[in-house]
């Protein structure tokens, strides 16, 4: 799981290296400290960060740092499913971009499936394939997200989707990595359709 705060979700009192193995320690997915290492050490490195981080808290760390950080100890566990609750709400716009932008390499190298939670519209249609519409505890609609996007169904996506408006004004593509500059334009209409 990534969670939302990555400060609050990594042990302040532990090292990198701990914090990335503690799902190997927990289920005894090693054979040896070695092999331990070496799982930690590839983590980081598919994350974008460098194997002499392990012997640093996360206090030393940026958001996006430690958010990769809080990547890494998911992929360590070699996952199907990664359950992302917000991952990137408490980072600054021009990082988020860049964990957006490693999550997607990562899903597409590991194969990996997101169940990402998010409240920001323009992040969901990003990052998802299908989206699942909750109101009051229930999926009320689900779809591909273009569909959902161009003609929701319920009620409650409709209002949602009218009630504030996103553009992304601009895309980049730089040595294979798809970089996004964004600048949300989000407005809350005023309750008489104007």
Known sequence: ??????????????KVEYIVSEGLYNLKNYENDSERKSKVEKAVLDVGLLPEFLDRFPHEFSGGQRQRIGV???LIMEPDLIIADEPISAL????????????????????????????????????TDRVAVIH???????????????????PYTRHYSQQFHCQILDWKETRNWRFMIQVFIITKKNRQGG
Request: hydrophobic letters at 45%; proline letters at 3%.
């Open 72 to 74: 890494a100890r998911a």
């Open 1 to 14: 799981m990534i969670f939302q705060d990555p400060m609050a979700s990594l042990n302040e009192r532990a």
């Open 136 to 154: 009051k505890g229930r999926i009320v609609e689900m779809a591909e997200t273009e569909k959902l996007y161009e003609h929701p169904l319920h």
């Open 92 to 127: 600054d716009v021009s990082i988020r971009a860049q964990v957006l932008n490693l999550m997607s390499e990562l899903q597409k190298e590991k194969g990996l499936t997101y169940l990402f939670i998010a409240h920001d519209l323009s992040v969901v249609r990003f990052i």
